[in-house]
């Protein structure tokens, strides 16, 4: 009797051992492969940065030439730059307001650098860096439009946004009695915008100046109704990388090379 409970405790304290130890190693595993970017980053030479491909003046691919263009690609090569000289070549990705929390998290990006606002809700998913630009929530409209700001957005009318933005929660908060109507991205909701499919479009003032740029029959009115703050997002856990950004920025900013790109694609 005594030496069976003996040995039925001895194979209790094994089993409680064993499932211990195999959750320390997981843990140790997860901490030194998945979860620190900035290692791999260094190891492979090359930062992946999340960036909008169809934002003209932040990210917008140039059918020409077949690159991305704007304020959000020269001020992450000049920030990966500044964090590791030449060592590292930066790369792009294309991400949408939808797609970019998801990648980053699933490793597919280091970084994202995409008119991303900062908010609390999303500080849950991913780490922010400092802010690197202040936006605010605007309509723009065909010129001559009789929607010429919140107010106007009554029953009856239609407002264009994209999934995954701020600007999509946000109007319906403002502007509750209006239809919402949501894109995958920013091309195409411009697109029905000019197809007539709504009698405005929101977003951020700094990415309505872009489609006024492309169209100038459009133009933003009612002033801004939001603060959209950017950040850099980046995965959960990466202090060290957050870090490093933010040093970067700094630098970037106390240099004049910070002002020195945003005179090359904000105008406004
Ligand atoms: N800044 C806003 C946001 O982060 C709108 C721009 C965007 O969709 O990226 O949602």
Redesign the pocket.
Known sequence: MFKTKHIVKLVLVTIVAALFLAGCGKDKASTGSSKDVLAKIKEDKKIVFGV?YDTRLFGLKNPKTGEVEGFDIDLSKALAEEMFGKDVKPEYVEVT?KTRVGLLNNGKVDAVV????ITDERKKEVDFTDVYFD?GQSLLVKKGSKIQGLQDLKKGTTVLA?K????AINIREKAPETTVLEYENYAEAFTALKAGKGDALT??DS?LYGMVEEDPSFQLVGGTFTE?P?GIAVKKGNQELVDALNKALKSLKDSGKYDEIKNKWIKN
Request: aromatic share 6%.
């Open positions: 909008k307001s995409a008119t991303m606002t936006a994209v995954g933005s701020t600007s977003t951020d990415i959209e950017y």
